[in-house]
């Protein structure tokens, strides 16, 4: 399985960015998918899931009402759209994938999920 995640990059405070993480390898609707941040003041952390199927997700409180995690299991690519985008959202943003038997699991920990992709840094100024 292979996960490339894309569109990150400068903005300032307030604009907006949409992060693609394009899957190979693997039946992607089989896959609960997260997305993940990290940078150097805290541990990677979950920023959002969703099942397989795209009907449940879950978000971190800091990006509730911003972020929107979104998938196309016919393109093999879950999105992240961010809006209102904050300086403390500065960080290496990864996706993450897990076989799942369960349709509506959307997992929230890193140790629950078996592939990462590489990260993308997005810095957000003030």
């Known amino acids: 399985v292979q996960l490339v995640e894309s569109g990150g990059g400068l903005v300032q405070a307030g604009d907006s960015l949409r992060l693609s993480c394009a899957a190979s390898g693997c039946t992607f609707s089989t896959y609960a998918m997260g997305w993940f941040r990290r940078s150097p003041w805290m541990e990677r952390d979950s920023v959002a899931a969703i099942s397989r199927s795209g009907r449940n997700t879950i978000y971190t409180d800091s990006v509730k009402d911003r972020f929107t995690i979104s998938r196309d299991n016919a393109k093999n690519t879950m999105y992240l759209q961010m809006n209102s985008l904050k300086p403390e959202d500065t960080a290496v943003y990864y996706c993450?994938?897990?076989?799942?038997?369960?349709?509506?699991?959307?997992?929230?920990?890193?140790?629950?999920?078996?592939?990462w992709g590489q990260g993308t840094q997005i810095t957000v100024s003030s």
């Open positions: 993450a994938a897990t076989s799942t038997y369960f349709l509506g699991s959307t997992p929230k920990r890193p140790r629950e999920y078996n592939y």
